[in-house]
């Protein structure tokens, strides 16, 4: 890209500055000259509370993508979308349905997208672009849109359905990633990955003609990962060559340390208020 990108985590897990709130969720903002677009939009509203304290203008925004469905990355949207009117959406129409998740104890939770947000998207669809292929969101700033589950190690990370009585597991496929090209190599975005880390990265490498992968931040979604999960996860980083890793969010913190002790020197931080041009 010739203009720089300035990545900003407006609301993940932790917090690492004053003044900072934080949730379970997640939420980048890309600063690309004077063009600006949202990666989700966490929880709740509280990317309202964080945009000012670091000095993001949210109103600028001329495009708001959703990584997928889940409320803890949708929560917000209802907030950017009238914090930044002119923002266009950007969604796979997955992202849209019911989701539930079964907690240890059995029981049933909807963890989707706000129905009355969902279903005002769906009745007035102007200004939205469905993302089931990819699509270039600003110049040079592409989502992957559906990405193919080619190995066999990797599931969506937990119990996940599309009915309230979890006889319907969700495939997610409405999982996607961020990514754009430097002269160093590709960024990559990550909401969850809730298609596999792995298969994101080699889609994602395979669409920018054998690209090399420089960084990775986001949510891995490895909390629940087998040990085998975790072994072949880090022999693909290792393939890849990737030089950074941001691992945020849902990545959990067994994984989170097997990361930072495999690639010492090469994993940053990624709470609100993080902060990496490119």
């Known amino acids: 890209m010739g203009e720089s990108v300035v990545i900003t985590v407006l609301v993940e897990n932790t917090v690492h500055a004053r003044g900072l709130r934080a949730e379970h969720g997640l939420s980048f903002h890309l600063q690309v000259g004077s063009r600006s677009l949202l990666f989700d939009t966490g929880q709740s509203n509280l990317l309202l509370h964080n945009a000012p304290k670091l000095r993001i203008s949210l109103a600028g925004a001329g495009a708001i993508v959703l990584s997928h469905g889940h409320n803890d990355h949708t929560g917000g949207l209802q907030a950017a979308r009238e914090a930044a009117p002119q923002a266009r959406l950007f969604l796979h129409r997955a992202a849209l349905s019911q989701k539930f998740i079964r907690d240890p104890d059995g029981t049933m939770r909807p963890i989707g997208m706000d129905p009355a947000t969902a279903d005002a998207i769906s009745k ?125 969010h849902c990545t959990g913190l067994p994984a989170l340390a097997q990361l930072w002790t495999a690639f010492p020197g090469r994993c940053l931080a990624c709470g609100v208020g993080a902060r990496q041009t490119f």
């Not at 190995?151 to 319907?168: L, M, Q």
């Not at 994101?200 to 040990?227: E, K």
Request: aromatic letters at 8%.
């Open 124 to 248: 007035a669809p102007t200004g939205v672009t469905w993302t089931a292929k990819p699509a270039e969101i600003l110049d040079g700033i592409f989502a992957t849109g559906e990405i193919p589950r080619q190995n066999t190690f990797e599931d969506t990370g937990g119990p996940f359905f599309r009915d309230p009585a979890g006889a319907h597991p969700d495939p997610l496929l409405d999982d996607q990633a961020l990514f754009f090209d430097t002269a160093d190599g590709l960024v990559v975005l990550l909401g969850c990955a809730h298609s596999g880390v792995v298969n994101n990265l080699d889609y994602i490498h395979r669409l920018t003609g054998g690209r090399p992968i420089h960084t990775v931040m986001g949510g891995l979604h490895l909390l629940n990962a087998s040990p085998e999960r975790m072994d072949k996860t880090i022999a693909a980083f290792r393939r890849l060559g990737i030089q950074r890793l941001a691992p945020a």
